[in-house]
């Protein structure tokens, strides 16, 4: 009797362990879906999605947190500098420890909704969402997929990549300045944040309208706070 009480307790905490294991890999396959989602359906290149799943894993890929982000673009006019910026938006960066002597492991993407634009005016922020400009309805998203990192410093960089706006793709090249933030004994988180700067001509995306009264060039920042991704 007593050999079999031990049996069924030996079974039980098999089970037991069995099944915390598949929940455990559940939510890992759970969490991983939600991390890819918004790059899926041919945006990226699975084998740069494979990249980012394993660094996920390997502890060295941060998310972009929303809350704490902005990501925008200003433009000069006739009249005065247009300023917009975006409420959704997704993405993370990859940044394996070693840094520099790693850095073609080294791998950003983000995903901007077009319609979540938000500037001072509604008459400008409905005509640059318009046919004339961004076309959310036909161009939902702005995507940027780096190509690879060139360190310029200790927290600095240059990031060389793809940038598809209103459905045309450009190679761009973003500076970056990357700051670890600190708790309040001064010492390191697992939070960064990452501003980022680059100029782009938007007749070049297919956005030509109005040039005789808004320029050209467009300054695309951001500065986004990323934090370190646990499974």
């Not at 660094?55 to 982000?69: F, M, N, P, Q």
């Not at 001072?120 to 998203?141: A, C, N, Q, T, Y």
């Not at 695309?220 to 706070?225: A, G, K």
Request: hydrophobic residues 40%; aromatic residues 8%; negative net charge.
């Amino acid at each position: 009797m007593y050999i079999m009480n031990i049996n069924i307790l030996f079974k039980q905490i098999l089970v037991t362990i069995m099944a915390v294991g598949w929940l455990s890999l559940a939510h890992a396959n759970a969490d991983e879906d939600d991390l890819c989602e918004p790059f899926r359906d041919g945006k990226v290149d699975t084998s740069l999605l494979s990249s980012m799943l394993a660094a996920a894993r390997d502890g060295y890929l941060y998310r972009i947190e929303k809350e704490t982000s902005q990501v925008g673009f200003c433009v000069s006019s006739k009249f005065s500098e247009v300023k917009g910026h975006f409420h959704e938006f997704s993405g993370g960066i990859a940044l394996p420890p070693t840094g520099a002597a790693a850095k073609s492991d080294d791998q950003a993407m983000i995903v901007i909704n077009t319609a979540s634009l938000d500037t001072d005016g509604s008459l400008i922020e409905s005509m640059i969402k318009s046919e004339r400009f961004f076309d959310v309805e036909k161009h939902p998203e702005i995507l940027f997929i780096s190509r690879g990192f060139e360190w310029t410093g200790t927290h600095t960089a240059t990031i060389a990549g793809d940038l598809t706006v209103h459905g045309i793709t450009k190679p761009v090249v973003f500076a970056v300045t990357l700051t670890h933030v600190k708790d309040a004994s001064g010492n390191p988180t697992h939070r960064m944040v990452v501003k980022a700067t680059t100029t782009i001509q938007r007749a070049q995306f297919g956005m030509d309208n109005m040039s005789k009264l808004v320029s050209d060039d467009v300054n695309l920042c951001m500065s986004v706070e990323v934090v370190r991704y646990e499974a």
